[in-house]
């Protein structure tokens, strides 16, 4: 019996492309092949005519616990160029993809939450940034992104304190698009339809004008985190 694939690609209808993280027995905790493929489907959905919107989905109790930690200290680190983390952080997709963040997303999983268009969380969503905890920085659009969407006081209350922040909390901050009164895999399912049903261009257009605007906000952190992260790698060398 063949093992399952880590990343699943599949089709929802005639227009939705389902992006599935699918190492539940790791809680989703991204490698570098899981990266390799995500950059694989997400390319392959955004190149397919027939796709209209993109769903990227995890288990119904973790979308992703972030990075591989035991990979890492193996020196493997998921990221590929020039998409970043994940396949996925600085991934250039002019389609929408919908987050389905159903139980955790911690640390790199919570990024790349935050990488797509719409975050759609379940009931049981939690979010949450620990990296302080294991002397690192989230480096992949945590500390960039998450105080561009909301109050960067909040942003380092969540960034400083690794705590874990409920669906209805991060919704009442705009961290979150939505929850779903059923699993947000559904839910989000049926805002790809929506978006699909709509006049594909327009979607587009609209997806790059705000991204553009973002972009321009998160590209000063992106930048200027190399040198603070940096020092960080070589302080925790020394020790």
């Known amino acids: 019996m063949s093992e399952s694939p880590p990343v699943l690609y599949e089709r929802h209808g005639e ?3 389902v992006i599935t993280l699918n190492r539940p027995e790791k809680k989703n905790a991204i490698n570098l092949q899981m990266a390799e493929l995500i950059r694989t489907y997400l390319r392959q959905a955004d190149n397919d005519d027939s796709v209209r919107a993109i769903v990227l989905a995890g288990q119904p109790a973790v979308f992703s616990a ?3 930690i035991n990979a890492f200290h193996q020196g493997e680190l998921p990221i590929v160029t020039p998409e970043g983390f994940g396949g996925l952080i600085h991934a250039q997709i002019a389609k929408v993809i ?3 963040v159903d139980g955790i997303a911690y640390g790199g999983g919570f990024e790349l939450a935050l990488a797509c268009d719409l975050i ?3 009931q049981n969503a939690r979010f ?3 990296e302080t905890g294991l002397g690192l ?3 992949q659009g945590g500390c960039a992104r998450l105080p561009a969407r909301i109050s960067p006081y909040v942003a380092l209350d969540w960034l400083l304190t690794g705590r874990t922040v409920g669906a209805q909390e991060a919704l009442s901050h705009g961290a979150i698009s939505r929850i779903s009164a059923s ?3 559904e839910e989000a399912l049926r805002i790809a339809e929506q978006i699909a ?3 594909l261009a327009a979607s587009q257009a609209v997806k790059a004008i705000v991204r553009q605007g973002l972009a321009r906000q998160e590209a000063p952190s992106f930048d200027f985190q190399q040198g603070p992260v940096e020092r960080l790698r070589q302080a925790a060398a020394r020790r």
């Open 98 to 100: 919908i987050a389905a």
């Open 66 to 68: 972030g990075m591989d």
């Open 15 to 17: 227009q939705v492309a």
């Open 137 to 139: 920085v989230a480096a």
């Open 128 to 130: 949450s940034f620990p």
């Open 197 to 199: 049903g709509k006049d």
């Open 183 to 185: 699993s947000a895999r």
């Open 120 to 122: 759609v969380a379940g």
